[in-house]
């Protein structure tokens, strides 16, 4: 009895020693962000030099890759998240530690007898299943280190679209003002023509329309810029708006376009919702094995104990107290039913899974591939020709050869098209960074259409 209660103390020891790992997961999450964005994640209460880093960042124009780096490092509701790894690595601490040794006495006395019994045991059914329960655990750790890192990628692709979204409100308020300003000086020319007799009353009024409608336009793109750099802020987790520096135009179109086969390969090559869900699937193949293992006996309990009957003075009876479940009513089937289908369950979700990667990975290149073509065109062919036919219509003005009202005419077409080509160009931007995403993990529901709103 001596020797099994030292080995049993000794197993208990060993289980004790797994404890905390120093970095608590974010080790492996910091190497999947900086393989995938090659930015960095941090806590503050642990890096001292973030605060810092970030005045830095936000002292000059913000890109969109400083403001994807911002957001990894000050959004609250990222760091929030990182609290799931400690969660899972506590219950990984757990699954290696046997449950605490029972004690129990039972204590009898009449008219000078006693029955006195005391046991101590320990549950050596959790010992026998220690390594299938740690093994489920560290999967389940891994799991949700994956998940964090996509949830890392996710708030990425969020504040891209968000920064894409913003500078584009910033570039079309700019223009709108240049319009209202114009619109505005051929207003004043218009009414003192009229006064003048030189024009009528018609052409005046609708020249004083087009300027109504810009001022219009101009006040619609400052709402949507203050909406924007809002929405930018949130994700960026600053308290104050105005600190934003951005650039006032977006970037230009590549030179080319990147080709299908090589997203695809590099979708499931990399995406983390499906690597999570396989090792959640693993994780339940484990524990439909220890459901199968444990259907009819899930408790053992084994320790010594002595018993006293009779006078105080007598000796006590020693022996060894066995419990254990008996499966009268219940055999377990139940319960490894209930693990197959969820097993089965996890198979069918994984199946599924793929199938949806696959969809969005042709749709999202569709979509950046369509984005493309339709922004190159307004870059190269219709602000061009809309330009050219507004030089003309300027020459022929001049010449005596065209009416005022025709000339400004052009150049309301002209300003449309300048506005089709500041979208188109937002919206190839945001078609790409949906693109990316799509080969890392789940399109982001802040994509709406390939715009967002």
Known sequence: MARYLAGLVSLALLAGCAGFSRDGGMDNVRTTVAQKLQKDVALPSDDASVPGHLDELLASSLDVESAVQVALLNNRGLQARFAELGIAESDLVQAGRLPNPKFSMLYARHDGEYKIEQS?????????????????????????????????????????????????????????????????????????????????????????????????????ARETQVVMRERLSRLLGMTDSTRLKLPQRLPDLPSQEGELLQVQQQ?????????????????????????????????????????????????????????????????????????????????????????????????????????????????????????????????RYNGMLLSAFELLAEARTQIHSVNQYINAVRDFWLAESVLTMSTMGPVAATETNGRGK
């Open 267 to 395: 979708a499931f090559m990399q995406r983390l919702d499906l690597q999570s869900m396989r090792l959640e699937a693993e994780a339940l193949a484990s524990q439909l094995g220890l459901s199968k293992a444990t259907r009819l006996v899930n408790v053992l309990e084994i320790g010594p104990a002595r018993v006293l009957e009779g006078r105080r003075s007598e000796a006590y009876k020693k022996g060894i107290v066995l419990g254990f479940e008996l499966p009268l009513f219940d055999w377990g089937n139940a319960k490894v039913k209930r693990a197959e289908f969820i097993y089965k369950q996890a198979l069918d979700n994984i199946a599924q899974a793929t199938v949806n990667a696959e969809s969005e990975v042709r749709t999202a290149y569709a979509r950046y591939h369509i984005r493309y073509e339709m922004a190159r065109h307004f870059q190269d062919e219709i602000v061009p020709l809309r330009q050219r036919i507004l030089q003309e219509s300027q020459l």
């Open 120 to 220: 101590f045991a320990f549950n050596i059914f959790s010992l026998l299943t220690m390594p299938q329960a740690r093994k489920i655990e560290q999967r389940r750790f891994e799991q949700v280190q994956r998940e964090v890192s996509l949830d890392i990628l996710t708030l990425a692709q969020a504040t891209r679209q968000a920064w894409i979204q913003a500078v584009a409100a910033e570039q079309s308020v700019l223009y709108a003002a240049q319009v209202m300003q114009a619109a505005e000086a051929a207003a004043e020319l218009a009414r003192d023509m009229q006064k003048q007799g030189n024009w009528s009353k018609l052409d005046q009024a609708r020249e004083h329309g087009f300027y109504a409608e810009a001022a219009l336009e101009y006040a619609s």
